[in-house]
């Protein structure tokens, strides 16, 4: 029995299509040229149809849409279910999906439906050129090394990816591709689940991932007074306040605002990282920022790899001055200067 191309399966939420989907087409974009093979994005949701050109143009050449009114909030049962008979019909070779809350959800259960195996949280993804099996790349042993994991038997390959750890594709207006209507009887969908309400977890209300700009405060900050800087300087350059897993430890701000491999993975436009030296774990959750700005103390630190623009000094100096140029800045007092 063959099995053949790559499928990512898309996300939305209330009807409207989730950013992780282009994300996800991206990747698979990659491996499906690859493999000179096709790339498959699904869609379960009601009403979806109006982005079916939209996912074309950022990499996929088929979209299948399953749509159904009682698909249009996620229900593990009925999504599920439709993936099970949907990827046993289109037998696709690899199956990726986000390392959200639904995909988390999805893809343990599909995986041992198809009898395949998963690989969760996956920070790099790519062909073996000898082999052409899969290559799921994964923070393992306490996120000390970095694991390559191949699937030689079990088919489809599965994979989940971490939200944010790549760049959606430009839209290709010139792109061109199939869109496959699945429909299956409505008992299909019955479920004992119901959706009573959805509550907005405000604990977690903190837009590090979808903002712009990011500013990263670490341990070299010294106290939790002295972070306040941080959240200064970050709300003079409308960014989003990041923190090292240290800071987070210490009490000086809550979890949502850890960046890294047990926190989030964010991908803004600007990175500002300010005493923090730039472990692999911190790294992995920031590396994908399109300009990165450090400050530091130490030449040798870590994180200057990664820098775009390195400020070797001490943040004591460095950022108060920063502070009072963008505040002169905003009162239109910048009178240029030498
Ligand atoms: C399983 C696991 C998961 C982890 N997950 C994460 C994660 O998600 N995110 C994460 O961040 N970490 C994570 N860690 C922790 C990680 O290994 C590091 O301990 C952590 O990132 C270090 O935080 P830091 O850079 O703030 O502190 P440090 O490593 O102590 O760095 C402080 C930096 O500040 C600089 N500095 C000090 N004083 C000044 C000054 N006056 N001016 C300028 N610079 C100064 C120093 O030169 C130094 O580079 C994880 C660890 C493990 C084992």
Redesign the pocket.
Known sequence: MTYRGVMVIGEQRGGKLHSVTYELLARGRILADKLSDELSCVLLGHEMEQYAEGIIQRGADVVYIVDDPSLKYFLPGPFTSTLTRLTREARPEIILAAATTQGRTIMPVLAARLEAGLTADCTGLDIDPDDRLLLQTR?AI???VMATIKTPTARPQMATVRPKSAKPLPADPTREGRVIFKSYDKEFFATPERLIEFVKDTTQDVNVQDADIVVC??????TRDNFRMIEELASLLGAAVG??????DLGWVGYPH??????KTVSPKLYVA?????????L??MQTAETIVV????PD???FKVADFGIV????D?VPELIEKLKHRKNGSNVREG
Request: no cysteine; glycine share 24%; proline share 2%.
């Open positions: 923070p306490g996120g000390n405060g670490g341990k070299g900050l010294k923190a090292t897993r240290d800071v987070v850890q960046i890294g491999l047990s926190g300010i005493g923090l030296s730039g472990s692999v774990q911190h992995a959750g400050i530091n103390k130490d630190a870590q994180i000094g001490d943040l004591f460095v």
